[in-house]
């Protein structure tokens, strides 16, 4: 991404913050795994947004004045000559700026005298309290109960809600960085394909995926690959990947490629020998007519839970005829997720559950259905871009025809 795409992001913040103000953002902190190991860095997403900037304890502080003036400023680490002996070099000034498009960088031995120079000015402190544990970044949090302690005056004010609309229509350079995430991801399924046979473990299958990505310059997944066959295949979350594949067997893929943070999900199902079994075929051929069938009804004004709804009729009436169940309420015994999430920086990306679809916005169209009495678990699952009448799918060419794939 250029740094004219963060500088655009960051404007979206100028018209949401009111006159006297301060806004942080932090990029976070891998915390320890044992000993002296930490786990692996993850910049935290709605900075990452903002700035470009892709590095562990970096700050973003923009203050806007009384006459609507604003100013924005980077608080990161200061490169010590000891330590990037050993860990390597941080960011510069000048590079931070060409990332990110900010001018004015400090240190971080900066950061507490410059906000208490300009919080006693301002009224209201901007934060990004996304709230899944109890506590929140040790640093950030820290920092904020130190402010309100010397400033008892300021409103703390939550912009996550803000910032998940705006991350929720994605911008022209959003949708291209997606779209090659999927077509890496596309390779590494083909490669997959191309070299399973039965008789191998899944890990030996995922491998092919692994290696594709890094052929491709990506270092990261969107999440934990799925590679599963016969009856794993039933358990929706299955990553261990290390069951021995069998004769007969299909194998589930749910997996993606991060590049630069943006993720692709896709899904395919595939016959590990080449052909489905007639049973096989049937349940197949009913999630293949649901997944086309969001792909047709997804536009703007729909909800996610219309979506959903309308995969459930489709799937319920295929598994009666199937004799898979007796009436369709019965559904949910084979099919127990949604339809689909949004998707961008983050896998299951940020904005209400139920949100109703606007152009832009890029959601997935997963219906499955998991047998394991009958050693069969489907799911084929697309990436859609909702457009101004419709939407795109961008994963269209990811064989899931039955003649394809046995092609």
């Known amino acids: 991404m250029k740094k ?13 913050m009111t006159e006297k103000s301060v806004l942080i953002l932090y990029s976070g902190k891998a915390p320890y795994k044992t000993a002296d190991e930490k786990y692996d860095y993850s910049v935290n997403r709605n900075f990452y947004y903002f700035t470009g900037i892709d590095q562990e304890d970096v700050y973003l502080v923009m203050t806007k004045d009384d006459e609507g003036n604003v100013s924005e400023n980077i608080f990161l680490q200061e490169n010590d000559e000891v330590l990037s002996k050993w860990v390597g070099e941080s960011l510069y000034k000048d590079e931070a700026t060409e990332i990110s498009g900010v001018k004015n960088i400090y240190y971080l031995e900066q950061f507490k005298s410059f906000l208490n120079s300009n919080m006693s000015d ?16 040790p640093d950030i949090d820290y920092v904020l109960k130190e402010l309100k302690a010397n400033f008892p005056f300021i409103q703390i004010k939550n912009i996550y809600d803000e910032i998940a609309e705006f991350r929720m229509i994605k911008e022209p350079e959003e949708i291209e960085m997606i779209e090659k995430a999927i077509k890496i991801t596309a390779d590494g399924i083909e490669n997959m394909r191309k070299n399973m046979k039965s008789g191998m ?4 299958i995922e491998a092919f995926f692994n290696f594709t990505l890094k052929s491709n310059g990506v ?4 999440f934990k690959t799925i590679c599963a066959s016969g009856k794993n295949a039933a358990v929706l979350h299955y990553v261990d990947n290390d069951s021995k ?19 692709a999900d896709i899904s395919r199902t595939y016959p590990l020998d080449g052909k489905f ?9 009913i999630v293949l007519k649901t997944n086309k069938a969001i792909e047709e009804y997804a536009k703007p004004g729909i909800t996610m839970k219309e979506l959903n709804d309308k995969a459930k009729s489709v799937l319920a009436e295929g598994a009666v005829k199937a004799g898979l169940i007796k009436n369709e309420e019965e559904i949910s015994k084979y099919y127990f997720h949604s339809i689909g999430h949004q998707l961008g920086l983050d896998t299951h990306d940020v904005g209400k559950r139920n949100a109703v679809l606007k152009p832009g916005m890029i959601i997935t169209d997963e219906p499955g259905l998991y047998i394991p009495e009958e050693n069969i678990g489907i799911r084929i699952e697309d990436d859609l871009l909702i457009t101004e009448t419709g939407c795109r799918n961008l994963s269209s060419y990811i064989p ?5 794939i046995e092609k």
């Open 219 to 222: 270092k990261d997944f969107a």
């Open 245 to 263: 594949t069998g004769k007969n067997e299909m194998v589930l893929f749910d997996l993606g490629a991060a590049l630069n943070h943006y993720n």
């Open 201 to 204: 473990y899944e890990y030996e």
């Open 400 to 404: 899931k025809e039955i003649k394809d």
């Open 4 to 16: 004219e795409f963060f500088e655009k992001n960051r404007k979206k913040l100028y018209d949401i």
């Open 122 to 137: 301002n009224k209201i402190l901007y934060c990004d309290y996304e709230k899944k544990e109890w506590s929140f970044l």
């Open 277 to 285: 079994t007639e049973r096989q075929k049937e349940i197949y051929e």
